[in-house]
């Protein structure tokens, strides 16, 4: 046999056994040290579920969080200062990160620390009271639960001990339009207004929402967009591509019969609806 021939035969009867083989990968499934094992809270008054927990700098702390009554959004809240409280999936994927009460995105990195994130990361200790709008005392972020269980990272980020009371609950999103099986996430399914309807409202929060509206008067009318917190980036965006920037104090153009438009984040935030919430009115 030449050399050439068994070069072939040999590659030949690898190639055999390569494809006799079958490699399976086993995903490695993410197991935390867990400090507890807890259950989401079916409250818009939600109590704590720890107390005074304490925090060494740099220190991580896992709980295990599951969900006996799914709503629309669930939420983990940790009330106290230089925290970072993040959502992770059973395969260890990051759904939701922030470091303040006002505003969370899907990253970590997304909520990486300046100056101005540094002092919104201080916590307020006061009584929570129901409201149309629904704010966090200390930094918080939400995800949809789609799975009964889940984990949350708490981690303190500031150079001292720190103390925080743990809130972890569920409720239905203080966003009529997207509650339940409402839906207007879609140019199709968007939220029908007129004049006669007055003005409309809705909020950011869960990161990647988006709020569509088809306006359904008769006549060509101005149109007011004003959003609670700049900080989010809302956005208000007609389908042929002109937008107006949400500002506290509002700006206005003109929609005309039959026009869509839709509401989001340009910068991939979401909030408590106290803070994500935006106004869309017809004065």
């Not at 220190?59 to 809240?77: M, S």
């Not at 088809?214 to 900080?231: A, I, N, P, Q």
């Amino acid at each position: 046999m030449s050399r050439a021939m068994l070069r072939l035969s040999l590659l030949a009867a690898f190639v055999l056994f390569v494809t006799a083989c079958q490699i399976t990968v086993v995903p490695i499934p993410f197991d935390p040290v867990v400090v507890a094992t807890i259950n989401a809270q079916d409250s818009t008054e939600p109590t704590p579920r720890r107390d005074a927990v304490t925090i060494a700098p740099g220190e991580t702390l896992w709980y295990e969080v599951r969900v006996p009554v799914a709503r629309d959004l669930l939420y983990g809240e940790a009330d106290g200062n230089g925290l970072r409280v993040r959502w992770v999936d059973r395969s260890g994927s990051t759904l939701a990160a922030s470091r303040t009460p006002r505003w969370f995105a899907a990253s970590v990195s997304a909520v990486a620390a300046s100056q101005e994130e540094a002092a919104l990361a201080t916590a307020d200790l006061r009584t929570r009271s129901i409201d149309i709008f629904f704010e966090c005392f200390g930094p918080c972020a939400a995800i949809a639960p789609t799975d009964d269980r889940f984990y949350l990272e708490i981690r303190n980020l500031s150079p001292t001990l720190q103390s925080f009371d743990l809130y972890v609950y569920t409720f239905d999103a203080n966003d009529q339009n997207d509650r339940g099986a409402n839906d207007n996430q879609t140019a199709e399914t968007a939220t029908r207004f007129s004049l006669a309807d007055g003005p409309q409202g809705g909020a950011i929060e869960l990161v990647g929402d988006v709020d569509w509206f088809h306006y359904t008067g008769s006549t060509e009318r101005v149109l007011r967009f004003s959003v609670r917190d700049e900080l989010l980036g809302l956005m208000l965006q007609f389908e042929d591509g002109f937008s107006l920037e949400g500002t506290t104090a509002g700006l206005t153009t003109t929609v005309k019969p039959n026009e869509r438009f839709r509401v989001f984040s340009t910068l991939g935030r979401a909030g408590p609806s106290d803070s994500s919430g935006y106004s869309v009115s017809l004065p």
